[in-house]
């Protein structure tokens, strides 16, 4: 098996490509070890010491190192771990735990605002190790969560201020603003 990997714009993230489908529907955000016991991949990623954020997305896997960390000595321990995954045939994800996604009874509004995010903004940072997930809507604020890459990546305010926030206020005159929540 054969794994690429790519920097991101987070010096603390690396992006590996597997070439094999990690998520069939949806992302998965592990910031911590902790809740991580549904995946059995980021069970073992989290095995590896240095490793301090797990993020699973369509066709990548974004890990955080701990600031103490060296990526020489964490990258072939990370990429073994991958490949033992992928190798033994356990599921990415357990079964009976959901990776929703959100907003059948969505006003308009907000509707258009998911569907810009969906098309134009986590495919955008999906490229770079990353998923920004959309928390609210209200009194003309967006409510983002990012994560993988984007969590504590130091470009990630301009991002959203220069990026996000005027794109969703060019298609979409009701908001005003975009926010990070954790």
Same mark, same amino acid.
């Given at each position: 098996?054969?794994?690429?990997?790519?920097?991101?714009?987070?010096? +603390? !993230? =690396?992006?590996? =490509?597997?070439?094999?489908?990690?998520?069939?529907?949806?992302?998965?955000?592990?910031?911590?070890? *902790?809740?991580?016991?549904?995946?059995? =991949?980021?069970?073992?990623?989290?095995?590896?010491?240095?490793?301090?954020?797990?993020?699973?997305?369509? &066709?990548?896997?974004?890990? !955080?190192?701990?600031?103490?960390?060296?990526? &020489?000595?964490?990258?072939?321990?990370?990429?073994?771990?991958?490949? &033992?995954?992928?190798?033994?045939? #356990?599921?990415?994800?357990? +079964?009976?735990?959901?990776?929703?996604?959100?907003?059948?009874?969505?006003?308009?509004?907000? +509707?258009?605002?998911?569907?810009?995010?969906?098309? #134009?903004? #986590?495919?955008?940072?999906?490229? &770079?190790?990353?998923?920004?997930?959309?928390?609210?809507?209200?009194?003309?604020?967006? /409510?983002?969560?990012?994560?993988?890459?984007?969590?504590?990546?130091?470009?990630? !305010? +301009?991002?959203?201020?220069?990026?996000?926030?005027?794109?969703? #206020?060019? /298609?979409?005159? *009701?908001?005003?603003?975009?926010?990070?929540?954790?």
């Amino acid at each position: 098996m054969f794994i690429q990997t790519e920097s991101t714009p987070n010096p +603390a !993230t =690396l992006k590996f =490509l597997p070439a094999v489908v990690v998520m069939e529907a949806g992302t998965a955000n592990f910031p911590s070890a *902790e809740g991580a016991e549904k995946s059995p =991949l980021a069970v073992e990623l989290f095995a590896v010491s240095g490793v301090e954020g797990v993020f699973l997305g369509a &066709d990548f896997i974004s890990v !955080t190192k701990a600031p103490s960390a060296q990526w &020489d000595q964490l990258k072939p321990l990370i990429l073994g771990a991958i490949m &033992d995954h992928f190798q033994s045939g #356990r599921p990415v994800i357990e +079964a009976g735990h959901d990776v929703g996604s959100g907003g059948e009874n969505d006003s308009e509004v907000v +509707a258009q605002i998911r569907e810009l995010i969906e098309t #134009r903004v #986590r495919p955008a940072v999906a490229q &770079d190790g990353g998923d920004i997930v959309f928390k609210g809507f209200e009194e003309g604020i967006v /409510y983002l969560h990012m994560q993988g890459a984007c969590a504590g990546c130091p470009s990630s !305010t +301009a991002t959203l201020k220069h990026g996000i926030e005027n794109m969703l #206020r060019h /298609y979409v005159p *009701e908001v005003e603003e975009v926010r990070a929540v954790e």
